[in-house]
């Protein structure tokens, strides 16, 4: 790539920047401070959060100095949204929260090459100033018929509920962040969602206004499907980074799901593959695309890259004993617990029939249509084939004590749970 900012395009990685051709100069003059902040507005960082850090590692790597914030101060505020009021979080909660999600960023960020990351909370330099301060020295920099024209400001003015003073503050805490690693760090690029235009934006008009430099801003797009849809969710449910809250297994196989229609965008943005690396993913996808090989390298690397080698391994390794024939036993407790939580299933005793048994894990729907399955030979327990329909789940059966996998057919599996120690 000609420069950092070139290759941050052709990664898809950029949606709008001040002043580009001034961006331009001062990266390839470099080194730039440039920081992202991450408000801890759930216990983990998610799929969204991820496109930031990757931003700031191709930063790094290009040999500028990074600052990854997280918002112990905007975080008890809170960035409004354009339906409703948040719901404030205790301090408790928010400094537990803070915690979790700094040590998320920085196990992403130190690892890679280039300075050193720098790690900030804003509640350092927001708790000291007082009211009055911030009224003062900070709102009278600020314009409220530009406030209000915010999009969630606009938004939340014209629905009944309105906006509290608190939320419509959120823009002045935001842009004082970046006032503040300005002055103490020489910072003069922020990046963020494009979403977040409006709040990085009004750091930098502030800067100009009370320090008289130009800094700048750089937003990535929002990542959608080929339908449209924002990525990110599965069935409901946020992607998050935190193992306990999307576990390793399950992460891994929402980008191995990933459509062929956007693979090859999610690698550019996702992974550290080259255009060489990429364009022959390509091709393996137009020529076999039933080898899934853009899915599985998109899926190793950004599982490794979150969650370490390992933790890929594990979950390459729980697929194919699910899908592929391979040795469940082989699996840690760990592993398939969180690949058997991915399957449906209920509470099934030892000693009961395996009839009954296909029954309360719901693949088959009465004991008739049981023992027409196995009489077919399509039912295994944990991989081997049932061919008589009186036997019955042995302890020795539930795999770590716990679990038992059914199958019926090729592709239909439950989990047969041991109450109590599944």
Same mark, same amino acid.
Not at 88 to 108: F, G, M
Not at 334 to 357: F, K, M, N, S, Y
């Given at each position: ?5 070139? $290759? ?8 709008? %920047? ?55 101060? %905007? ?7 354009? %339906? ?21 960023v920085r196990r992403i960020l130190s690892d890679e090459e280039g300075p050193a990351p720098i790690f900030v909370n804003n509640l350092d330099w927001t708790a ?16 409220? #018929? ?5 999009? =969630? ?8 509920? *309105?906006?509290? +003073?608190? $939320?419509?503050? +959120? ?20 990046? *963020? ?5 409006? #709040?990085?934006? =009004? ?8 320090? *008289?430099? @130009? ?22 449910? &946020? ?36 255009? @060489? ?21 998109? &899926? ?18 729980? =697929? ?30 030892? *000693? ?29 327990? #944990? ?12 302890? &020795? ?16 599996? =439950? ?8």
């Amino acid at each position: 790539m000609a420069d950092i900012l070139d $290759e941050l395009r052709w990664r898809g990685l950029v949606a709008q %920047t001040t002043d580009e051709e001034d961006l331009r100069a001062q990266l390839a003059d470099g080194p730039v401070t440039v920081y992202c902040g991450f408000d801890p507005t759930a216990p983990s960082l998610h799929f969204g959060n991820l496109v930031q850090l990757i931003l700031l590692r191709h930063l790094q790597r290009a040999g500028h100095q990074v600052i990854g914030l997280v918002g112990g101060s %905007t975080g008890l505020i809170g960035d409004p949204r354009p %339906t409703s009021e948040r719901v404030l979080k205790t301090r408790e909660q928010t400094a537990e929260d803070v915690e979790r999600i700094a040590a998320q960023v920085r196990r992403i960020l130190s690892d890679e090459e280039g300075p050193a990351p720098i790690f900030v909370n804003n509640l350092d330099w927001t708790a000291p100033l007082s009211a009055l301060d911030f009224l003062r020295d900070l709102g009278k920099h600020f314009r409220v #018929n530009q406030m209000i024209k915010k999009d =969630a400001v606009a938004a939340r003015l014209e629905s009944d509920q *309105g906006i509290s +003073y608190t $939320e419509f503050s +959120y823009q002045i805490l935001q842009a004082y962040d970046y006032l503040h690693l300005y002055r103490e760090h020489g910072c003069t690029l922020q990046t *963020g969602a494009q979403d977040q235009w409006g #709040n990085i934006t =009004a750091g930098t008009d502030l800067v100009h206004r009370v320090e *008289g430099a @130009s800094v700048h801003a750089l937003t990535t797009p929002l990542i959608t499907d080929s339908q449209g849809r924002k990525f990110g969710k599965s069935e409901g449910n &946020a992607v998050w980074l935190d193992p306990e809250m999307t576990s390793p297994y399950a992460f891994h196989q929402y980008w191995l799901g990933v459509e062929d229609a956007s693979v090859i965008t999610l690698l550019r943005i996702f992974t550290d593959r080259g255009p @060489s690396q990429i364009e022959e993913l390509e091709r393996s996808l137009a020529q076999e695309p039933q080898a899934r090989a853009a899915q599985r390298a998109l &899926a190793d690397d950004v599982t490794t890259l979150v969650h370490g080698a390992e933790a890929t391994a594990q979950a390459r390794a729980a =697929a194919a004993a699910l899908f592929a024939g391979g040795d469940l036993s082989e699996l840690t407790p760990q592993t398939l617990a969180q690949a058997t939580d991915e399957l449906p299933g209920g509470e099934v005793d030892a *000693g009961t029939g395996i009839v009954d048994a296909l029954v309360a894990v719901g693949l088959v729907d009465s004991k008739k249509a049981a023992r027409r399955a196995i009489g077919e030979g399509s039912v295994a327990i #944990n991989g081997v084939k049932v061919d008589d329909d009186t036997r019955a789940l042995e302890p &020795a059966d539930y795999l770590h004590d716990a679990v038992v996998v059914l199958r019926r057919g090729r592709k239909n599996q =439950a989990a047969a749970r041991r109450p109590g120690r599944a």
